[in-house]
Structures are given as C-alpha cells and as structure tokens.
C-alpha cells in the first residue's frame, strides 16, 4: 500500500486524538469539547457502569485468546494478532456510525504502525450481532480530516452549543448541558 497516497503527514493534527475523541466527534461536538478538557460525568452514569460490565461479561474468554494493545493513546481490549482482527464491544447500534468510525481509527492507527490490512469487528453481544469493518482509501483520507477537525474543535476557546436531539437524555452531560433550563 502507497502510504503517500492518503497519509500526509504535514496535514495531522499535533494533539494525540483517541478513540472516544473520534467517537465523540460523530455524536457530538460539544461532548467532544467537554471530553478533551478535562470535564467528564461517565465515573457516575449508569449507561457507562452498563457498558463496562457488558464489557468485561461478554466474552470472558477474550482475556486469554486475545491482546490489550495501547498505541498513541488508544487503548484497544481486544486484539487478535494471529488474523489481526480488532474486537470492539458495543452496548447497542444507536450510535452505530460513531463506532464504525473508532473502529476505523483503530484501524488506521494499527497500518500507522506497520500493521498490514488490519480488519475490525463490531460486536453487539444483547442483540447477537457482528458487523465487519474494514478500511478503504476513502476512510483513510477521511479519518485524517475528523483529525483535523477534531484540534480545530477542541482548540476553541468557547464550548460548542448544545445540539438538543432526542439521545441527549441518555448521554451522561445531560445534566450539564440543560441544568439552564
């Protein structure tokens, strides 16, 4: 793979982005801006605590057969080395674009590291489904500008305003974002 082709390395951004950062760009930008500095109510939200233990109950055999791995900041659970194949966990597909997209990044940020064609799987475990992510050209270049986009976000001075849609009373800024109202 020409490397030249879609990584520039003069247009990346100077902050390390992480996978929530990617995650959270998809959902919401002023989640996003709130993450990145410091501002976070996750440790108290019962969909987080829900996540986490879906996560470490799930598939209680991937401790053994797979790898943590930590690169740039990122920090994928699980990771098969053999097929290198990215596991991701999710609670449900409501946010199914946000996860693509931090799958992606994983992706990319594995070929970043000398990793050749690294695919991931999305894994909804209540719902018994797997979907396959892979990574084109066109994502590579794409990913690049949510990096891009994501300094020049984070970087404001002002938090950006709040989006006011209908999965906001889930998220754990809820609180935060509408105690004004």
Same mark, same amino acid.
């Given at each position: ?12 951004? &100077?902050?390390?982005? &992480? #996978? ?31 996540? &986490?233990?879906?996560?470490? &109950? ?14 740039? #900041? ?25 996860? %693509? ?6 992706? !990319? ?10 695919? #991931? !799987? !999305? ?10 992510? %892979? ?17 020049? !976000? %984070? ?6 305003? %709040? ?19």
């Amino acid at each position: 793979m020409a490397l030249s082709r879609w990584y520039r390395p003069n247009r990346r951004p &100077t902050m390390r982005i &992480t #996978g929530k950062h990617i995650n959270y760009y998809h959902i919401c930008h002023r989640k996003l801006w709130l993450f990145h500095h410091g501002i976070s109510f996750q440790q108290t939200h019962d969909n987080v605590a829900d996540g &986490t233990l879906l996560h470490q &109950t799930a598939y209680p055999q991937r401790a053994q057969r797979y790898r943590e791995i930590q690169i740039e #900041g990122i920090k994928i659970d699980f990771y098969d080395p053999h097929e290198r194949v990215v596991h991701e966990i999710k609670r449900s597909t409501k946010m199914e674009e946000a996860s %693509v997209a931090q799958l992606q990044f994983y992706l !990319l940020t594995l070929e970043r590291h000398g990793v050749d064609g690294p695919t #991931g !799987l !999305l894994e909804y475990p209540k719902i018994r489904r797997v979907k396959k992510v %892979v990574l084109t050209d066109a994502d590579r270049g794409a990913i690049v500008e949510w990096e891009i986009a994501i300094e020049q !976000l %984070v970087t404001q001075e002002t938090c950006p305003p %709040v989006i006011n849609k209908p999965f906001c009373k889930n998220c754990s800024y809820y609180d935060f974002c509408y105690s004004g109202e």
